[in-house]
């Protein structure tokens, strides 16, 4: 049985097969994913988990070079806004429109949908190396 790191072994897979510059979504409960986007569904129930918690835990398991947000999320979801502010440093931040940020959701290698349900509070994590 794995003992540390990520332990849902399909999030798990989709860490390990990662290369530069792949992307992962961690999304609210009302993302829209496409189809053809491999998702995975962590939710349990509404506002559990937090994608916060969820970003924490790839975190310590991901090298992660820059996070998309949308830019929304400044104006209408200042708490998750500033909270993402103790994780990532303003250098590696990109804000796009969150119209923008569903497109770009479209060629992630997959997305993780929490229980999350506050407006805007969708991660797109671009992979970086550790060399």
Do not use: W
């Not at 990520?6 to 993302?31: K, P, Q």
């Not at 996070?67 to 200042?78: D, F, G, H, L, S």
């Not at 806004?81 to 290698?109: G, I, R, Y």
């Amino acid at each position: 049985m794995k003992k540390h790191g990520v332990l849902n072994r399909e999030i798990a897979h989709v860490l390990a097969r990662l290369g530069h510059t792949d992307t992962i979504v961690i999304a609210d409960c009302g993302l829209p994913v496409p189809d053809q986007t491999k998702c995975i569904d962590v939710s349990l129930s509404l506002g559990t988990p937090g994608v916060l918690q969820v970003v924490r835990t790839l975190l310590e398991d991901m090298e992660v070079e820059a996070v998309t947000v949308a830019e929304e999320m400044e104006r209408n979801n200042k708490r998750i806004f500033m909270e993402m502010q103790n994780d990532f440093t303003s250098s590696n931040v990109l804000k796009v429109p969150h119209e923008e940020l569903k497109e770009a959701a479209k060629d992630a290698k997959a997305v993780i949908r929490t229980g999350e349900a506050t407006p805007y509070s969708n991660f797109i994590l671009h992979a970086g190396v550790i060399f």
